[in-house]
């Protein structure tokens, strides 16, 4: 979630770091950065790949799936990953391996760094029958679909889930499903999900998630941690 002021310094863009690169023999998968892993997940299917039909519905991109270890479905993309090349601010390119990046639930040790995500390796299960991995791919994909909001932009789940209950749960037992602050609004289908119903502003949705917050805090005790990265400067209401 951007500031709607911008950021300070050069962004950098992986949008067009777009190379996928299959071995059916050993099942290793090397993809470039900007690649949907979405995308990744039914082209490995058609290649009768087996191990990403879970990341069929999550969007964003491979570098943002391996910097916050995307997962779903009682997987992540650390259970996969072979290796990693990085590149610092100096231009040092580095190949680095899930025990150097510190994965634990939603998180690794980019997240507070400052190096950049190039491409990532990872190890599928070879010689599965293709339609098999695809039928999976589509029941993940259609489970998604009737349980999560896609029928408007969000940045898919906002909360990490807390040890005691899942997020969106904790959400909803308050009442908060359809809270709305200009554009932002909690969605009705999935309360982890904050939804731009149109024109919403990125301090909108900010708004949103402090309330959803310090709600959650004042009725459970628990203070939800964001999955989505803010950056930027936004202010408070």
């Known amino acids: 979630l951007v500031s709607d002021q911008g950021l300070p310094g050069l962004v950098i863009c992986t ?77 040092m390119i580095e190949r680095l391996t899930p025990q150097d990046l510190g994965f634990s639930y939603r998180t690794s040790i980019l997240q507070g760094g400052n190096r950049l995500v190039t491409q990532a390796t990872f190890q599928l299960q070879p010689d599965v029958n293709p339609k098999q991995v695809q039928a999976t791919t589509s029941q993940h994909l259609k489970r998604r679909h009737s349980s999560q909001p896609y029928n408007l932009p969000s940045c898919g789940s906002v909360f990490r889930n807390p040890d005691s209950h899942a997020a969106g749960w904790l959400i909803e037992q308050i009442g908060l499903k359809g809270y709305q602050i200009g554009g932002a609004q909690v969605a009705q289908r999935h309360a982890n999900f904050i939804l731009n119903c149109g024109g919403a502003q990125a301090n909108d949705i900010f708004q949103v998630i402090r309330h959803v917050q310090q709600q959650v805090e004042y009725h459970w005790s628990v203070w939800l941690e964001p999955e989505v990265r803010i950056l930027g400067e936004f202010q408070l209401g």
């Open 15 to 91: 949008r067009y770091l777009r190379h996928l690169k299959f071995d059916n023999e050993t099942g290793l998968v090397t993809v470039g950065a900007g690649e949907p892993i979405a995308r990744l997940a039914w082209q490995a299917a058609k290649h009768g790949l087996q191990g990403l039909e879970w990341a069929v519905g999550i969007p964003g991109t491979i570098g943002g799936a391996v910097v916050m270890n995307a997962g779903a479905h009682s997987s992540c993309t650390a259970d996969l990953l072979v290796n990693v090349e990085t590149i610092s601010p100096s231009g």
